[in-house]
Nanobody, 120 residues
Framework: QVQFVESGGGLVQPGGSLRLSCAAS????????MSWYRQAPGKERELVAR????????NYAASVKGRFTISRDNAKNTVYLQMNSLKPEDTAVYYC?????????????WGQGTQVTVSA
């Protein structure tokens, strides 16, 4: 059974920082690419950051590059998103995502989401 436990969201002032965590189980975490997506009210879900399973390489949305850092701890089956210099436009529900391939089949799983609100 695939499970995600997301934490770290909340209310923060502009310029502040938050660290999101996503602890996962029920699938081969170390073989999975892990991502954070976000969805703001009235907008489509968008990719924020992704980290691969093979060499831990990362990529970021242009809007967060230089402010956010994604990392993973395979020993703890956990992926993190360190968010610095937060802006009101970062307000959204943030979702953890896992994807991997086994043989010819692809698998994709979503967390339940955690709310991040950036406001004075």
């Amino acid at each position: 059974q695939v499970q995600f436990v997301e934490s770290g969201g909340g209310l923060v002032q502009p310029g502040g920082s938050l660290r999101l965590s996503c602890a996962a189980s029920g699938f081969p975490f170390s073989r999975s690419a892990m991502s954070w997506y976000r969805q703001a009210p009235g907008k489509e879900r968008e990719l924020v950051a992704r980290i691969t399973s093979a060499d831990g390489s990362t990529n970021y949305a242009a809007s967060v590059k230089g402010r956010f850092t994604i990392s993973r701890d395979n020993a703890k089956n956990t992926v993190y998103l360190q968010m610095n210099s937060l802006k009101p436009e970062d307000t959204a529900v943030y979702y953890c995502n896992a994807d991997y391939t086994a043989g010819l089949r692809g698998y994709n799983y979503w967390g339940q989401g955690t709310q991040v609100t950036v406001s004075a």
